[in-house]
């Protein structure tokens, strides 16, 4: 979603738990902002040292066996034991006053936490977890033989992926090799008409309970043009980057599609390319770096391409391009907020909150701190006293603490996230937009009569799929926007693919939308019945921790997940390891294995996934200060060692194996009784694999 800022004070929400916490085989924390989270394994009297910064949080504990008697407290206090919930989840709030480092011991003889302020700063800022303990099926080397009847007769022919070895059902058994190098995993599916499959597959129907989706943040993939300077006056802090454009653009991505087609993705999700706001916010706590609007997340003009990102023809040449290769486009959606005020942005519009330049520069793009001043004190040149910021977004269209401005209130729909402006999206008042708006260069934004904000917001969104044949959205912040907004963009969006389409005489799927509703797990809820076709389950990225360490751990989740598939007809989870708003998975253990075994549990998982542009060569988090989230964003790696490269060709014979069976995603999932062994099938119609794990 979107990143933290000191623009204003953070407003804590309490986030969706897991529908059952009982499928966690170990005791987790995890502590969550409004708009991020980590979670940390939790051993028995070993403390987890965190760094906190000054801020607003949620504690969740999940996966606490057995029975208790615990009450919760009314609030949490320094080195006093807090009792934990058992068969259920903990969860409590958190205010840190002080930034600093924080310790966490969980006791289960007693069942609780004891929470205490460490006295002095940790050395490592990089936190490796220990591998997970876990009972396991032993691998040996050798022939296994593998039931199969339940999934294929005999006589069938069988490949198996990794080794391309084929082998012929016989007594309902066949003969495999197993290997060490691929986790232990067999992936066994019939010999099929390589000439007919070749033929249809860039056209084939996609099942979307089998997507596997690529989600590149724009900025931070592929710089097509390694030369040019970024617009708006945006600069380089000459340092560590941490928060300025690195040069991404739509033209990278469309010059790497032939890369992201092999790991057997057939949907891209695209960060928010509209135009984000020119300046600055002071990054981190402290100020300590320059935070540009390079995620996408802070819009200004929502018709826009973002000139970092490139322009409408280089959009036009990705989404072509990306459907001759079979491949989806999805957008990001913001709806619940636009970026916040800078000092660029407000000299660009001529608003008059700031004062004229007394000296060179005469650009406030040009403003750095000087010494005794950090990136936050930007705010001293600004009057956030003046009536004139009515000449802003107005308060006809937003709450924010301004003058004039309606206060953010303590709602969902109504807060203010990361002390953004909140669209009042549910305002039935007929308004104009800013004039600021209308003049901005080269903006699409005009006047309509009788139009309310919501009104602007999906005509805006929505004129994207009717220009460019955009596939569908990914949906931003979908609990902070009334479920009737999303409901009228998903029917609009659709009915203005089908004007796309009609234009272009083609045809095509149903538009498509995803959600992102903070916190959700792998179960249907009623946001579901809002237009939307899958949410992001924020359930999956704990469980592959044990998952990574031996894939039969995955066995209780993945029955439930195909099971909550298979109850209703409209439910899809969006599972991921790695999301720009928790952690890299990579970041957990450092450890290349993990990362393959990570791959097995993830892309073999029912329902849709979604691969974070790097997972699949072990992208590592890159400088972050003191705002970690940050550190996931660093930049995709092009150049591979030799580990990257044994991930990466692993990652491709999995994602494939995924793409050219439906099933994987959509089937029925059945376990087959082996020995040593776990063994389960997929079955949708006529599409079957079985898959094998002989152990680590």
Not at 191 to 197: A, G, I
């Amino acid at each position: 979603m979107k990143h933290k800022t000191l623009f204003t004070a953070l407003l804590i929400a309490t986030p969706s738990i897991f529908a059952s916490s009982a499928l966690f085989a170990t005791p987790y924390l995890t502590i969550s902002t409004t708009t991020t989270s980590r979670d940390y394994p939790l051993e028995n009297d070993n403390a987890v040292v965190i760094p906190l910064t000054k801020d607003k949080y949620q504690l969740s504990i999940s996966g606490i066996e057995g029975r208790c008697d615990n009450q919760l407290p009314s609030k949490i206090k320094f080195n006093t034991p807090i009792p934990l919930l058992c068969g259920e989840t903990t969860q409590l709030p958190l205010t840190i006053r002080f930034t600093g480092d924080y310790s966490f011991s969980y006791h289960e003889d007693n069942q609780t936490l004891v929470f205490k302020r460490q006295p002095k700063k940790v050395t490592q800022t990089a936190f490796k977890r220990p591998l997970p303990k876990v009972q396991c099926e032993a691998f040996s080397e050798g022939p296994k033989d593998l039931n199969v009847a339940s999934a294929f007769a005999d006589g069938t022919l069988l490949r198996e992926a990794f080794s391309g070895e084929e082998i012929r059902v016989n007594n309902g058994k066949v003969t495999v090799t197993p290997s060490q190098r691929n986790g232990g995993l067999i992936l066994l599916e019939p010999v099929v008409n390589e000439t007919k499959t070749s033929n249809t597959s860039s056209h084939k129907t996609l099942n979307y309970r089998n997507a596997n989706i690529y989600f590149v943040m724009v900025d931070r993939f592929n710089n097509s043009k390694r030369s040019k300077t970024q617009p708006y006056s945006r600069h380089k802090d000459n340092k560590q980057e941490i928060g300025t454009f690195h040069g991404g653009d739509l033209n990278g991505v469309t010059e790497k599609l032939d890369y992201i087609k092999s790991l057997g993705t057939n949907v891209i999700w695209l960060s928010p390319i509209v135009e984000q706001v020119h300046g600055f916010v002071g990054g981190g706590d402290s100020g300590s770096f320059p935070f540009y609007a390079y995620h996408g997340y802070w819009a200004r003009d929502f018709t826009k391409v973002d000139e970092s990102f490139g322009n409408e023809e280089d959009l036009k040449r990705l989404v072509s391009e990306a459907h001759k290769r079979g491949i989806k486009v999805l957008l990001d959606a913001v709806i619940n907020h636009p970026g916040y005020a800078t000092l660029a942005d407000a000299q660009f519009d001529a608003l008059d909150v700031i004062p004229a330049p007394e000296s060179l520069p005469t650009q406030w793009a040009d403003w750095a701190p000087e010494a005794g001043e950090n990136w936050h004190s930007f705010h001293s040149n600004i009057n956030y006293q003046s009536s004139n910021w009515k000449d802003w977004w107005g308060a006809d269209w937003v709450r924010t603490g301004l003058p004039g401005y309606d206060q953010p209130g303590s709602s969902d729909t109504t807060l203010s996230l990361a002390g953004l402006p909140d669209f009042k999206t549910e305002s039935t008042k007929h308004v104009q937009p800013p004039q600021w708006l209308m003049n901005n260069p080269g903006t699409r934004v005009a006047p309509r009569d009788n139009y309310t904000v919501t009104d602007y917001l999906i005509e805006w969104q929505t004129d994207w799929v009717k220009r460019f044949g955009i596939d569908g959205y990914r949906v931003d912040t979908v609990k902070h926007v009334e479920p009737e907004v999303w409901k009228r963009l998903k029917s609009e969006a659709a009915d203005s693919l089908e004007q796309w389409r009609l234009s272009n005489n083609i045809s095509g799927q149903p538009f498509w939308m995803m959600g992102e509703v903070w916190g959700h797990s792998a179960n249907r809820s009623p946001y579901f019945d809002d237009g939307f076709d899958a949410l992001i389950n924020f359930d999956m990225q704990k469980k592959l921790d044990k998952g990574a360490a031996c894939f039969s751990q995955m066995a209780d989740t993945y029955q439930h997940y195909s099971n909550s598939i298979a109850d209703s007809t409209d439910f899809n989870p969006v599972s991921y390891m790695s999301s720009h708003d928790t952690e890299l998975f990579f970041s957990r253990f450092k450890n290349y294995q993990m990362q393959k075994n990570a791959a097995n549990a993830l892309l073999l998982s029912p329902g849709a996934i979604q691969v974070y542009y790097g997972d699949e060569i072990a992208r590592d988090i890159g400088p972050f200060a003191d705002d970690f989230h940050q550190g996931t964003r660093s930049d995709m790696l092009w150049s591979l060692d030799t580990n990257k490269q044994q991930l990466l060709a692993h990652w491709k014979t999995v994602g494939q194996f995924r793409d050219r069976h439906p099933a994987i995603g959509a089937g029925a999932h059945q376990v087959i009784a082996n020995n040593d062994a776990f063994v389960f099938s997929r079955i949708l119609g006529e599409d079957k694999v079985v898959i094998g794990y002989f152990g680590r």
